[in-house]
Each structure stands twice: as C-alpha cells, then as structure tokens.
C-alpha cells in the first residue's frame, strides 16, 4: 500500500490505527478475485504503515448515508471500492472527500469515475483447463 505512506494526512487522521474498508455490492463478493482482494488485504494488515497498524472490513455498499453511518461509527479511513460500484463511484467519492477518507480501486471504470488508482499484484487464481 505504498499509496498510503504518501498521504500526508493519513496518521492525523487515522489516530492509533488505520482501518480499510473493503467496499462490495451487497454481499462481500464471492468471486476468485474478490477473495484474491481479500486475502491480500488481510495479509497487508499484519503490516504498518507510517508507523500506524492496520485493520481490515468488508463493507457492503446500499447508500450514500447509510456508507456515511457506517465511515463514522467505525472509524474507516480507507475504502477500497469493488468493480461492481463503479455506477455509484461519485456519491462515495463525495462522502469521502465531506468525511476526509481516502478512496482506492483497481478497476479503471472505479478510477475514471474518481477514484484513487491502486496498482494491482493480485491476480485470480487460474481456471484449471
């Protein structure tokens, strides 16, 4: 998550820890890649960054104040927004620029749409042949 270590903001912001939201349409997906995403995640958390810890969550997206909620009472200071949302891409990104939380994707529709871009390792496994 090199992205993070150049946010300035970032350690005032996050306090003691910083916490990612993995951001999914409905239920936390279900596909290779979103597990691959997960998972990757998952190990990024046993790391710091600026010297601050990680934590990690699924999110399962429905509105704009409901995703409002949702940033405030668990305290997200990253969100990581899934290919799916990429239709409600600028109503998160608005609520993450009025609540200061950075957004991430991989996906370029996700980033055209206003997203941070992410470079993305993480490949799905292999369909067997």
Known sequence: MRVLAYDNALKIRAGERVVIALLWRGAPGDDAGAAAR???????????????????????????????????????????????????????????????????ASDLGVVKAGARWVRSTIRPPANPA
């Open 38 to 104: 997960r998972a990757a995640f998952t190990q990024l958390a046993a790391l710091t960054v600026q010297g601050l810890p990680m934590s990690v969550t699924d999110v399962s997206y429905t509105d704009a104040t409901a995703l409002r909620t949702i940033i405030q009472t668990q305290g997200i200071d990253v969100m990581f927004i899934d290919a799916a949302l990429t239709d409600v891409v600028p109503a998160i990104v608005q609520v993450s620029r009025e609540l200061k939380v950075a957004t991430l």
